[in-house]
């Protein structure tokens, strides 16, 4: 019964854990980031969340990203369709869609 509490606590710790890392990422591209638009090269709907995988360009060098939004906040993007995309210019590996 120990490792079942045990195995609770870590997890719950785990999830703050990617939660506040998320808003971190998101704080850092809002004051450092800058804004491009990429191409969305997958696409799906479950659950009320849209997932979505998307490539850009930085100086030449493809980058690509994924991302998990709800659909009530966020009009569902086409494949092929271009969308906002913010990124650090340092490492453009860091990045979301910037709506």
């Known amino acids: 019964m120990l490792f079942v509490v045990l195995v609770g606590v870590v997890g ?4 703050s854990y990617e939660t ?6 998101r704080d850092i591209l809002r004051h450092e980031g800058y804004t491009l638009y990429g191409v969305v090269t997958k696409r799906s709907v479950s ?5 979505l995988r ?3 360009s930085v ?9 998990e939004m ?3 906040h966020y009009r ?3 494949l092929g ?3 906002p995309i913010r990124y650090l210019p340092k490492d453009p590996h860091v990045n979301q869609p910037s709506n």
């Open 76 to 78: 569902v993007p086409a």
């Open 47 to 51: 659950h009320g969340n849209v997932y």
């Open 12 to 15: 719950c710790a785990w999830i």
């Open 20 to 25: 506040f890392k998320k808003i971190e990422i």
């Open 70 to 72: 709800k659909t009530d």
């Open 81 to 83: 369709e271009q969308i």
């Open 59 to 67: 100086d030449s060098v493809s980058y690509s990203g994924q991302a």
């Open 54 to 56: 998307y490539q850009f």
